[in-house]
């Protein structure tokens, strides 16, 4: 959920990002003295002891700040992340799919009858993962999880104020008045955030090509310069791309979502033990140059 193309200068502490990660991590690192970030020889050490056996030390991964490892509050966070992405695709999928299905059948009169009920799940788990999502600075971040407040406000106010009056579900008010894009937009934009972030990191075409998609739906819908054929195009690509987004995130290894914990370690410490580090690796460097 973090990713190496937006790495910041250690030579330039002043001018370094807010950054973020979890609590849990944050608190861990403001109780160590400065630029103690153990070393890989000690991380090696590290063994758990059960029943007379070993278990393998964890992988030790070198970042531009020190070296740091996958920890279980790591690998908790990047699941939930994963699941949250799963939660939201799956349930705009079988929404969606009503758009497809012949409109008197009993399959689509159900979902038509549950609809709202797929909204909020799939909000939910775009939601859940905005939370847990890793991007180095903290702006970015912020940002998207402001979209998807606007969105979700936006959503019911929409509902309570002008869907439930005239007896239709959210996403059918939406659907036959295209103005009411602009209420849950916002909600669309975090999404569209999110996965050009995914995109940019790793190079996936299928994120890079959902970053157009669901824009061009949308602005298509609420300008009505798009006919319904290019919609339900634009849809069904929407539908699939969204599911193998989702399927292939569990194809990566739990580091990748990491992104360089090196990063957010050195966020969490003060600013003198920012600067004693800086010019730790600064030393060091200028060593390895001498030698």
Sequence with gaps: ????????????PPKLPSLDYSAVTRTKLLHRS?????S?????????KAAGQTTPSPAVYQGIYGPWT???SD?????????????????????SSVAFLPDNSSLSDTLKQNLDVLYALGGGGLGLSLVLIHIYVTAIKRTLQALWVLGVAGSLVTYLNLAQPAGDSLVQYVVDNPSAVWFIGPLYA????????????????????LTFVIPTLLLGHLTGLMDDGVKLALLGSWMALFVVFAGRKFSQPIKDDIGDKSVFMFNALGEDEKKALIAKLEQQEFGQNAD
């Excluded at 959920?1 to 330039?12: D, E, Q, R």
């Excluded at 400065?34 to 153990?38: C, D, E, I, N, R």
């Design 1 to 12: 959920m973090a990713c190496g193309c937006l790495y910041v200068s250690i030579l330039s």
């Design 34 to 38: 400065a630029v103690s970030f153990p």
């Design 40 to 48: 890989p020889s000690k991380l090696s050490a590290l063994k758990c």
């Design 70 to 72: 996958v920890d279980s």
């Design 75 to 95: 690998v908790r966070e990047v699941i939930l992340y994963r699941a949250g992405l799963v939660t939201a695709a799956t349930s705009f999928v079988i929404a």
């Design 190 to 209: 975090a999404l569209t955030g999110l996965v050009f972030k995914e995109g940019l990191c790793y190079g996936k075409l299928e994120a890079g090509i």
